[in-house]
């Protein structure tokens, strides 16, 4: 299981991701992220959670961020969230859920296009880095969003940060 968390705020966020991202900690046991976004673009950690608690493992890093945006996740999978830039511009993503069909969904990547994914330990592909792929097929992340849902057998939430707002 995993869960993550969003804020958006007329001041400076970062205490409140930390907190907010913390609280679910007890959610996944693998990695955990966060990204801010703030005058200086975006700045992102990922830690492997799997011996230490996330707030050891991030209080050195919140001393850095600085931000009114902000997404975080624990997760039991995947490190995130990804830093994506595309067509579409710069946003960070961070994704919960199973997809089903990513095989399927992968080898309709490759034949779609010269498309390339990172490749994790064990040969598995990163599932929010495939969501991203799928999201960037679209002329607009609205669209993109709608048609990763339309493609995905399984489940999926999906929480965008972009220099502008959450999704």
């Not at 869960?3 to 990695?31: E, I, K, M, N, W």
């Not at 929010?128 to 399984?154: F, K, M, P, W, Y």
């Amino acid at each position: 299981m995993s869960g993550f968390f969003g804020v958006a705020s007329r001041r400076d966020c970062v205490l409140d991701l930390f907190f907010g991202v913390d609280y679910h900690s007890h959610l996944g046991t693998r990695r955990a992220g966060m990204t801010v976004h703030g005058e200086n673009g975006f700045n992102r950690a990922i830690h492997n959670i799997e011996n230490s608690p996330f707030r050891t493992k991030f209080e050195h890093d919140i001393e850095e961020f600085e931000g009114n945006l902000g997404i975080g996740c624990i997760s039991d999978t995947d490190p995130q969230p990804l830093l994506i830039h595309s067509h579409l511009g710069s946003y960070a993503i961070t994704t919960v859920g199973h997809i089903s069909n990513a095989q399927e969904l992968i080898d309709e990547a490759f034949q779609s296009g010269h498309i390339h994914f990172m490749e994790m330990s064990g040969g598995r592909i990163n599932s929010t880095e495939l969501v991203a792929a799928l999201i960037n097929q679209c002329d607009d992340l609205v669209s993109g969003i709608r048609h990763a849902q339309e493609s995905i057998d399984g489940s999926c939430t999906i929480l965008i940060l972009t220099p502008e707002c959450i999704l």
